[in-house]
């Protein structure tokens, strides 16, 4: 008898829950949406500029993408592989969006640091790496604002990316080794 009075004692208990349950999950179904496009939104028409705007910013950059790795690839057809690598630094830009390398190779590359005026004492340096993520290091030059001298060993044959450390943005390009 024990046993079955604890069992009613349980079921009355589960019955308790679960109406608690069904009253307080139930006050949740009447809001209505309101994330849906509204007409007669005022602002609906400003967004939709900004929309536009957005998509031909986008449009304009994979453009531009797509003209660069043109440029990339045609500079790097026509580039023969040197261990004497040189490339300038001024208004922190690069001077070249490709260096080409031999493989597995020891290499030394001339950083030219020529920035005067509002750049003047600007820091830079050249760091490769085997993805555009950054991840994979193969080289990390130290920076300075004076003209530096790297010395490393490259990797075996493929399409790497530099950059300027401080300056990604504006100071990279593709390091290709062949
Ligand atoms: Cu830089």
């Known amino acids: 008898m024990k046993n079955l009075a604890s069992i009613a004692a349980l079921t009355g208990l589960a019955v ?3 109406a608690l349950a069904v009253a307080c999950g139930g006050g949740g179904g009447g809001e209505t949406s309101s994330g849906g496009a509204d007409p007669s939104d005022p602002n609906a028409a400003a967004r939709a ?5 957005q998509a031909e910013q986008t449009a304009a950059a994979n453009a531009a993408g797509g003209a660069r790795a043109t440029a990339i690839a045609a500079t790097a057809a026509a580039t023969s592989p040197s261990a004497s ?3 300038t630094a001024k208004e922190v830009k690069f001077d070249k969006l490709v260096l080409v390398a031999p493989a597995n190779a020891t290499v030394t590359v001339r950083l030219i640091i020529d920035e005067t005026g509002v750049f003047a004492g600007e820091r830079h340096n050249l760091a490769i790496f085997r993805d555009q993520g950054m991840t994979e290091k193969i080289f990390v030059g130290e920076l300075d604002a004076a003209t530096l001298e790297y010395r490393f060993t490259t990797p075996g044959p493929g399409t790497y990316y530099f950059f300027c450390s401080p300056h ?3 100071m990279n390009g593709a390091f290709i080794v062949r």
């Open 16 to 18: 308790a829950l679960l």
């Open 49 to 53: 500029r900004v929309a536009t705007a």
């Open 85 to 87: 690598l040189e490339i």
């Open 168 to 170: 990604l943005d504006s």
